[in-house]
C-alpha cells in the first residue's frame, strides 16, 4: 500500500520560511517522480514544483528562486524548502508521486496547511 505523508506546515508571518517533507512507502522511490501541490481557497490546484527519478526538478514560475526541492532516495523522503514566503503562498500543499513512465500523478498524500500572514 502506497503512502505518501506531508509535513511540516504552519503558520509564518510574510518573508518568512518553511521546510515541508513528504515521506513514502509502499513504493520503489527512486522510479517515482514527486511534485508538490498546493490548492487555496476557491482556486484550482496547482503543481509547484517537482523532481523526476532523475532528479531533474521543475518550477512554476511563482516557486524560482524561493522554492527548492530535493529528494533522498535513501530515505525516501522529497523536501521543498520555501523561503521569501508571501501570502499568496498560504494554500493546503500536497506531495504527490507518479511512476516515471506514467503521465499521472496516482498517490496523494492528506495535505498539509501552509498559512503566511502578512
Known amino acids: 500500500q502506497v503512502q505518501l505523508v506531508e509535513s511540516g506546515g504552519g503558520l509564518v508571518q510574510a518573508g518568512g520560511s518553511l521546510r515541508l517533507s513528504c515521506a513514502a512507502s509502499?513504493?520503489?522511490?527512486?522510479?517515482?517522480?514527486i511534485g508538490w501541490f498546493r490548492q487555496a481557497p476557491g482556486k484550482e490546484r496547482e503543481m509547484v514544483a517537482s523532481t523526476r527519478s532523475g532528479g531533474s526538478t521543475y518550477y512554476r514560475d511563482s516557486a524560482k528562486g524561493r522554492f527548492t526541492i530535493s529528494r533522498d532516495n535513501a530515505k525516501n523522503t522529497v523536501y521543498l524548502q520555501m523561503n521569501s514566503l508571501k501570502p499568496e503562498d498560504t494554500a493546503v500543499y500536497y506531495c504527490?508521486?507518479?511512476?516515471?513512465?506514467?503521465?499521472?500523478?496516482?498517490?496523494w498524500g492528506q495535505g498539509t496547511q501552509v498559512t503566511v500572514s502578512s
Open positions: 509502499g513504493l520503489t522511490f527512486s522510479n517515482y517522480a
Open positions: 504527490a508521486a507518479r511512476d516515471k513512465w506514467s503521465t499521472r500523478y496516482d498517490y
